[in-house]
C-alpha cells in the first residue's frame, strides 16, 4: 500500500522566468535571466530593442494562466509553486515604491489558484534579480541588496498575507557556487571570496525575510529551498567517502547555515584553508539565529566523486561535474535516474535538522513525440515520477516528515539550464519549439491522466 497522508500536497512547481514571459510588460524590469537568454550556462548579453529571446515569452503563462490553472485543477493539484518575479515588483530593485501593476498580476495569479483550492507555494527569488542591482551596486557582492530584497519581501508578504501562507526564499540557493550570475548576480570569473560574500549576505536576507514573514503573516510557513546535490564516493577506499562528505557539506553547508542559525565548523576552516576571509558582522551573526521553519528541495539525479584527481577529470560528465554512477541509467540530458537516493536524501535531511521536507521539484527531461494522432505517451515521464513517489513514500514509513510533492514543469516551460522548450517535464504539452515557432497551444499528455488518478487515489496506485 502507497497510500499518503491526508495533509500531503500534490502539485507541480513552475518559475516566473521560465513560464512567465511578458518580460517588459506592465513596467516589468530587465532581470538577469532576461540577460541569461540562453540559459544559466549561456553567460549575459548585452539585449537591444529587436532581440528576441525564448523567454522573452516562454509559454506565456502571464497571460494564459487562467487556462493552465485550470488544466492543474483538472489534475486534482492541492498546491502549485511558482515564484514572484522581483522586477516586477520593484523593475529596478532600488525603488521606494512598487509598481502595482506587477503586484496586481499576482493578486489576480492567486485568486485563479483559490478558485480551485489550489493552494500557492511562493519563491520569492527563483533565478532572477532586477538586473540593474547587477550593474548597480555588484549584485549580491553588495549589502545593500539585502535591504532591498527585504523591503521587496515585506511588500508580497503584506499585499499576498491573506493569500499565500507556503513561502520559500531563495531557489537552489547553494546553485551559486556553480552560476554565480544567476545566484548572486556576479559574473562566472568572480572570486571564491567574492561569491561566498554575495551568499552570506544571501543567508543574513533569507533569516532576514523569515522574521519578517513571522512578523507580517503569523500563520504562513516559511522555507529554504536547496540543490539537493548528493554524491556517492566511487570506491570504498576510505579517501573516497571523506571526498563524498566534503562534497556533500558543499551543499549542506546552506541547509546547516539555515536550519541551526551559524556557520559550521568545518566551513569556518574550509575558508580558513583557502584564505577566504569573508565580513560577517555581529549583527549578522545575530540574524542568522533566525531559522526556516521547513526544508524544501529539488532532487534530480546523483552523482559519484573520488579523491584520485586523476581518475576524477578522466570520468567527470554534467553539470554538477560528477562522475557518472556506473549503476544507472541516464536522461537524454545526461542526469542519471536515481529514485532510491530520494529516499537517501530525506532520511539524510531529517536526521540531521529534524524539520518539515517539501520536494518541491523532481522530474524527467525529456523529448516528447507528438503521434499523428496528436498524442503524446510519455510512458518514461510516468515510470519516472512512479518510482521516485515510491521512494517518498518509503521515506514516510521511514519516519520522515514530508509535506508535499510539486513535480518540475507539470506544464512544459523553458529549460533553465540551456533555454530549451525541447527538454520538456511536463504533463501538459505546449506547441512551441527551441526557435519559438508553434502556436502554444496546450494538449494532456498520457501522464496527466495518469498524475490525475494517482492524486486522486493519494498515491494509492503508484506501482513498486
Ligand atoms: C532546477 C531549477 O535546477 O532544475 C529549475 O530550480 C530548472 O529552474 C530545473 O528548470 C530543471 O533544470 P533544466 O535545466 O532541465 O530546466
Known sequence: MTKFPKTFLWGGAIAANQAEGAYLTAGKGLSTSDVQPNGIFGGVVKRT???????DIAIDFYHRYPEDIALFAEMGFTCLRTSIAWSRIFPRGDEQEANEEGLAFYDKLFAEMAKYHIQPVVTLSHYEMPYHLVTEYGGW?????????????????????DKV??????????????????????AETSSKTAVYQAIHHQLVASARVTKACHEIIPDAKIGNMLLGGLVYPLTCKPNDIWEAMTENRTWLFFGDVQCRGAYPGYMLRYFKDNQIHLNITEEDKQDLKQTIDFISLSYYMTGCITADKEEYNKKRGN??????????????????????????????????????????????????????E????????????????????????????????????????VSASNAQMSKRYGFI???????????LERKRKKSFYWYQKIIKSKGELLIR
Open 429 to 439: 504539452y505546449v506547441d512551441r519549439d527551441d526557435q519559438g515557432n508553434g502556436t
Open 141 to 161: 557582492g553588495s549589502r545593500q541588496v539585502i535591504t532591498f530584497f527585504e523591503r521587496y519581501a515585506r511588500t508580497v508578504f503584506q499585499r499576498y498575507k
Open 319 to 372: 553539470i554538477l561535474s560528477m562522475i557518472p554512477n556506473p549503476h544507472l541509467e541516464s536522461s537524454q540530458w545526461g542526469w542519471q535516474i536515481d529514485p532510491q537516493g530520494l529516499r537517501t536524501i530525506l532520511n539524510l535531511l531529517w536526521d540531521r535538522y529534524q524539520k518539515p521536507l517539501f520536494i518541491v521539484e523532481n522530474g524527467l527531461g525529456a523529448i516528447d513525440q507528438v503521434t499523428p
Open 374 to 413: 496528436g498524442d503524446i505517451i510519455d510512458d518514461y515521464r510516468i515510470q519516472y515520477i512512479n518510482d521516485h513517489l515510491v521512494q517518498v513514500h518509503e521515506a514516510i514509513q521511514d519516519g520522515v516528515d514530508v509535506m508535499g510533492y510539486t513535480s518540475w514543469g507539470p506544464i512544459d516551460i
Open 165 to 186: 501562507k507556503l513561502w520559500l526564499t531563495f531557489n537552489e540557493i547553494n546553485m551559486s557556487l556553480h552560476a554565480p550570475m544567476t545566484g548572486v548576480g556576479l
Open 49 to 55: 530593442n529587436n532581440d528576441q529571446y525564448i523567454k
